[in-house]
């Protein structure tokens, strides 16, 4: 069974600053898609950024981008020149390929923004 | 226009009692879920439906049943409802790697 993994619970990061939240993911299949969420206290699920597994480039949305290592099964986000706004629980996803939509989510990393 | 919209938004409502979720979608999306958010945070799906039909679901308890009367919508309906049962319920659709979520339904036993 897929599982994602999380292991920062809680990031502070200074205003301007940048900060990298890491994700780690198991799997035996070789197609497949990764996520980052963000999660403010509205409790609303924003899309940030898709990886496509079979793209060695890493995606990048603005701000926002990942270091997708394939090899070692790590998906981390990115997120430079922190806003205010950028502080929100943040979850990494993984999905598997076809048509399924069963997103398989960590236990999410709550990012602090200090101004 | 809300693509995944769920309806109550916040529910508060006592132990033993029946309660219901409901959830349109207005992307013609062929598959709807149900994930649950529970107090951790933790987020797990529950049920999805491709067209009508049911093709995932994840050990949820039997008080638990979603109906889909046609692939626009899929509503949550939960008896007896238990303490544990409080949670952020999220309907989504999908179509491919996209996967939409509606703004929750925040529900709140007593």
């Known amino acids: 069974a897929q599982t994602v993994t999380q292991s920062q619970p809680e990031m502070s990061v200074q205003e301007a600053e940048t900060v990298t939240l890491s994700c780690t993911y198991d799997?035996?299949?070789?197609?497949?898609?990764l996520f980052w969420y963000k999660q403010p206290p509205s409790r609303q699920m924003i899309l940030v950024i898709r990886?496509?597994?079979?793209?060695?480039q890493n995606a990048t949305e603005n701000r926002f981008s990942v270091n997708f290592q394939k090899a070692a099964k790590s998906f981390s986000l990115k997120i430079s020149d922190s806003q205010l706004g950028d502080a929100a629980m943040y979850f990494c996803?993984?999905?598997?390929?076809?048509?399924?939509?069963?997103?398989?989510f960590g236990q999410g990393t709550t990012l602090q923004v200090k101004p | 226009d809300t693509a995944v919209s769920q309806t109550p938004k916040y529910l508060v409502t006592q132990m033993g009692n029946d309660k219901s979720i409901k959830c349109e979608q207005n992307?013609?999306?062929?598959?709807m879920y149900w994930y649950k958010q529970d107090s951790k945070k933790f987020l797990k799906i529950m049920f999805s439906?491709?067209?009508?039909?049911?093709?995932i679901n994840e050990t949820v308890p039997n008080r638990f049943s979603p109906k889909s009367p046609d692939k626009a919508h899929l509503n949550l309906h939960i008896n007896s409802l238990e303490l544990g049962d409080s949670a952020v319920y999220f309907c989504?659709?999908?179509?491919?790697?996209?996967?939409?979520f509606g703004e929750g339904s925040w529900l709140t036993v007593v």
């Open positions: 996803a993984y999905l598997p390929f076809g048509n399924t939509g069963k997103l398989i």
């Open positions: 799997t035996s299949e070789s197609d497949y898609y």
């Open positions: 990886q496509e597994a079979y793209k060695q």
């Open positions: 989504a659709s999908s179509q491919r790697d996209r996967v939409y």
């Open positions: 992307l013609g999306h062929d598959t």
């Open positions: 439906y491709n067209n009508k039909e049911l093709i």
